[in-house]
């Protein structure tokens, strides 16, 4: 196989299914994939026998539900929905959350008389975030979500919007544990509780690292199960990384050591790229996991190859940050050398590109340790004609 290349292990995914499927039979919750992180559908049909479907970000997504988790439910969100797709979005879907209520007011009617179920983000501006501001749903300005104070305006103006919705949805959490969930739930019952009450369900949104080593599924499940006795509430769930959690690499191949410069920086070219095949780790910012290797966290560069084997490792393209980390190896490295990023399933493949040219890592699917298939193979005319 051909560096570069995704690798998705299908035994892991599984393994993740089997432990949400278990909180769901617990509660009696519903937890939907977010195909934001993770829309490998070649794998749809297994995710589809353990999880209750799929939620989407935009008509394309929803049609990739609609298609490869045939029998599934099918919801979407989005800021804001088309004129021209919301027919379409009408006739695919099973759910449908508004980001506001203009957007209740303007499209609600449409989508409840041809029999989705009606739901409004909320904003409870109850911010449990921690370094990743650009991932915070409850920043002050957030565009995301409808604060108590609009919900309740628009309501005042316009009486029969409350009866168009069946559900409320928040999504705040960004790979966190239940603590931080149960801390917003707190804030949407103070807030919200008495509209609850009317209510048929309730969606958590996603961010809930739940298959995540330690993770604390006892809580998780109290919050669950707190909706369901106290609002007689179905709950639903989305998370994306819980999923596909450590379920995927990425290979990629030493192109050129360079000589160590005058800081005490050692580059290494790569033939993979942070900018065009793992954007979050430039966006989030984040050093990925590497095999034998560890991220390397001084700032004293200076005669380090001389006594460890440290190495800032690159991408081949123009932009002068393109830089995945500095790593300490446990050895020292080769030309020609293939290394392999881990934990690169979720939030990789959904927003790889071809910056600079760069051809996009082939995807294989390992359906068991001895049987290993190409499932994507990307080529100049995928370049191409993205363009």
Request: net charge negative.
């Amino acid at each position: 196989m051909q560096t570069p290349y995704f690798l998705i292990d299908k035994e892991q995914i599984e393994k993740n299914l089997k432990l949400l499927r278990h909180v769901m039979d617990d509660t009696g919750c519903k937890i939907l994939l977010a195909q934001k992180c993770f829309s490998c559908y070649a794998l749809y049909p297994l995710i589809g026998q353990y999880l209750s479907g799929a939620t989407a970000s935009g008509l394309f997504e929803a049609r990739l539900c609609h298609e490869e988790m045939q029998g599934s439910e099918n919801h979407i969100f989005s800021p804001f929905f088309r004129e021209d797709q919301i027919d379409e979005i009408c006739q695919i879907c099973d759910h449908i959350v508004f980001n506001t209520p203009a957007q209740l007011e303007r499209f609600g009617s449409k989508a409840k008389d041809a029999g989705l179920q009606i739901g409004l983000r909320i904003n409870p501006e109850c911010s449990t975030q921690e370094g990743h501001a650009i991932y915070d749903p409850c920043a002050p300005g957030s565009r995301l979500g409808t604060r108590l104070g609009d919900f309740e305006n628009a309501i005042r103006c316009n009486p029969s919007l409350l009866s168009l919705i069946d559900g409320l949805h928040f999504h705040t959490l960004c790979e966190q544990d239940s603590d931080d969930l149960k801390t917003t739930l707190d804030v949407v019952v103070a807030k919200f509780g008495k509209y609850l009450t009317s209510m048929k369900w309730i969606n958590f949104g996603g961010g809930h690292h739940i298959t995540r080593e330690g993770y604390n599924i006892d809580l998780l499940e109290h919050c669950i199960i707190r909706m369901r006795d106290d609002y007689h509430l179905q709950v639903y769930l989305e998370p994306g990384e819980a999923v596909a959690l450590n379920a995927g690499e990425l290979h990629a191949t030493v192109q050129e050591i360079q000589p160590q410069d005058e800081h005490g920086i050692c580059n290494i070219i790569l033939d993979t790229s942070a900018a065009c095949h793992m954007p979050d780790v430039i966006e989030m910012p984040y050093t990925p996991p590497l095999q034998h290797a560890k991220p390397f966290l001084s700032d004293d560069y200076n005669g380090l190859n001389d006594k460890r084997n440290v190495y800032r490792l690159g991408g081949p393209t123009c932009l002068s940050g393109d830089i995945i980390g500095l790593y300490e190896f446990d050895h020292p490295l080769q030309e020609g050398e293939e290394l392999v990023f881990e934990d690169m399933a979720i939030y990789s493949m959904v927003k790889t590109n071809t910056f600079n040219g760069m051809p996009l890592p082939d995807i294989y699917v390992k359906e068991s340790p001895s049987n290993t298939t190409l499932w994507k193979s990307f080529g100049y005319e995928d370049f191409k004609h993205r363009l």
